[in-house]
């Protein structure tokens, strides 16, 4: 008979800091950095599985970040909300994905910049081709008279893309 998980093993997965700080789980995590655990039999996010195990039933809620980090399994971080609750949320915080009317925060109030550790930067976001060191080659043999497209042909890259590296429009923080 397989063993049942507890909640002790779950609470051993999350780092557990001081009360104001996030909590990271340091198990599996889904490709948008949501804990992934598997509780009694049934799949969970880690951080429904934190709000279930600290304060009991979710029924359909969504259980939401205040502190936006998507890792985080500190119950004292967490609320519960409904699909409309979460989205408002989102939108608030800059993060909904069709922001073209600009009434979403941007600049210093967008989310980016007041987490800027919940960003996948550089190599660190899944879809980069180009490492932190090849970056900084392809600036450096730019301002050297090499062409865009001999950049983009050395490094199997389109040419737009050596654009917004020299443009400083992608890979900022190099």
């Known amino acids: 008979m397989p063993r049942r998980s507890t909640s002790e093993d779950f609470w051993k997965h999350v780092d557990i800091k001081s009360s104001n700080e996030c909590w990271e789980w340091t198990g599996a995590k889904n490709k948008l950095g949501y804990g992934r655990v598997?509780?009694?039999?049934?799949?969970?996010?880690?951080?429904?599985?934190?709000?279930?195990?600290?304060?009991?039933?979710?029924?359909?809620?969504?259980?939401?970040?205040?502190?936006?980090n998507p890792s985080c399994c500190n119950p004292s971080h967490l609320f519960l909300g409904t699909a409309a609750d979460n989205m408002r949320d989102c939108s608030e915080k800059g993060r909904h994905p069709r922001n073209t009317t600009h009434y979403l925060p941007e600049g210093d109030n967008h989310h980016?910049?007041?987490?800027?550790?919940?960003?996948?930067?550089?190599?660190?976001?899944?879809?980069?081709?180009?490492?932190?060191?090849?970056?900084?080659?392809?600036?450096?043999?730019r301002k050297q008279g090499r062409t865009l497209q001999g950049l983009a042909d050395e490094y199997s890259v389109a040419k737009g893309t050596i654009v917004f590296i020299v443009t400083r429009q992608t890979w900022k923080h190099i």
Request: proline content about 2%.
């Open 38 to 68: 598997r509780y009694h039999q049934q799949n969970w996010k880690a951080h429904r599985l934190a709000w279930f195990l600290t304060n009991g039933n979710i029924d359909d809620l969504h259980v939401c970040h205040h502190c936006d």
């Open 112 to 141: 980016s910049r007041l987490h800027p550790e919940v960003v996948a930067r550089g190599e660190k976001n899944g879809a980069a081709v180009l490492t932190k060191e090849e970056v900084i080659e392809i600036r450096d043999k």
